[in-house]
């Protein structure tokens, strides 16, 4: 299974795994990447991902945090002419990740994550509905919803006959799949080659994404906004293609936390930078509708990784940017 295909599946516990064991640049260490090279200005290529397993090679050097927080490393080689060089950062590669051994919680496989080989061509279904997805399990789970809609209608004691809620069945199943649409969807597709070589080092942030989930306790929405922020190793990554990280994990049965997790964790697979830094604002419809009925209550989470973990500096860059009006 493909580390993207992983990656939109793993639990939270497996995230963790893979962010708590992550072998980030602390400041006074470099990690290296698999081919021992450390992100310097060629555009090396040497990075693990989880499903294969990273070189945690560790050079004892010396790394002084430059103004903008970078990390700037010399190592002996690199002591006559010190290039920019940045960490890149390394996820570590975890056995229980990449191959399950059934001793890890994984994300129950359902007729959504399946990978069965789609009729797309004859999947009329949800090209009225503008979802881009592959395998025809939309159109195959939608008759299904529907009886549940229509029985959750009677067990409300209304008549699903009656004019009003006749089509609403098809209607709230067709939309429930529309605010779950980020099931069908993985990173590979959505990057859509848009990782570009570029030979720059500071902060790249885009802030104030809307972001709309779904509770998945009370299956009531919740929203808000995704600020993403991350630091280029010689590799830059579509603009656009940040909004889109957050749609294929917000549009799925959620908690906050882990979606600020799983953005983080895309962000870094897709461009390998120097570190990545989300910050969600959230209002849960739980929260205000129901329960504690808070209105102005609002969720802030946040996962800061590889330097913006280790360096205050860069994590008050990019807290200010986010902040600044
Ligand atoms: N980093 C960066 N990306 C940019 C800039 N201007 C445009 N882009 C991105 O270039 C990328 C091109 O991606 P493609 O997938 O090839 O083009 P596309 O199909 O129009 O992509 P979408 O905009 O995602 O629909 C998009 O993600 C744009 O947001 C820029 O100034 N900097
Ligand atoms: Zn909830």
Not at 41 to 55: H, N, V
Not at 65 to 90: F, K, M, N, Y
Not at 223 to 235: A, D, E, Q, R, W
């Amino acid at each position: 299974m493909s580390f993207t295909r992983q990656l939109s599946e793993m639990s939270a516990s497996e995230l963790n795994d893979a962010i708590d064991d992550t072998n980030f640049p602390q400041a006074h260490i470099l990690s290296r990447g698999r081919n021992n090279s450390v992100c310097s200005t060629s555009s090396t290529s040497g990075t693990s991902s989880l499903a294969a397993p990273a070189e945690d090679v560790l050079a004892t050097s010396t790394a002084t945090p430059t103004p903008t927080g970078a990390v700037q490393a010399t190592t002996a080689a690199d002591e006559v002419a010190p290039s920019p060089v940045r960490p890149r950062l390394v996820l570590k590669s975890s056995s229980s990740i990449a191959e399950n051994d059934g001793t890890q919680p994984i994300t129950p496989m359902t007729p959504r994550t399946s990978t069965t080989p789609g009729r797309h061509e004859n999947c009329t279904f949800h090209h009225d509905l503008e979802l881009d997805h592959k395998p025809p399990t939309r159109e195959a789970l939608l008759p299904d919803m529907a009886r549940s809609y229509r029985l959750l209608l009677g067990g409300l004691g209304e008549n699903p006959d009656r004019q009003g809620l006749i089509k609403t069945p098809e209607r709230a199943a067709k939309a429930m799949l529309y605010f779950t649409k980020g099931y069908d969807q993985n990173l590979e597709d959505v990057l859509n080659g848009a990782v570009f070589d570029e030979d720059h080092d500071e902060m790249v942030v885009v802030k104030d994404i809307e972001m709309f989930s779904m509770c998945e306790h009370h299956l009531v929405p919740f929203y808000g906004k995704v600020s993403i922020g991350y630091l280029p190793c010689n590799k830059i990554l579509g603009l656009s293609k940040l909004a889109r990280i957050v749609e294929i994990f917000s549009r799925r049965l959620q908690v906050q936390e882990r979606l600020t997790k799983q953005i983080a964790v895309a962000v870094t697979q897709a461009v390998q930078p120097a570190g990545v830094a989300v910050v969600v604002e959230g209002v849960h419809m739980c929260m205000v509708m129901r329960g504690v009925q808070k209105i102005n209550s609002k969720t802030v989470t946040s996962t800061m990784l590889g330097v913006f973990r280790d360096d205050p500096k860069t994590r008050e860059e990019f807290l200010n940017l986010v902040n600044s009006k």
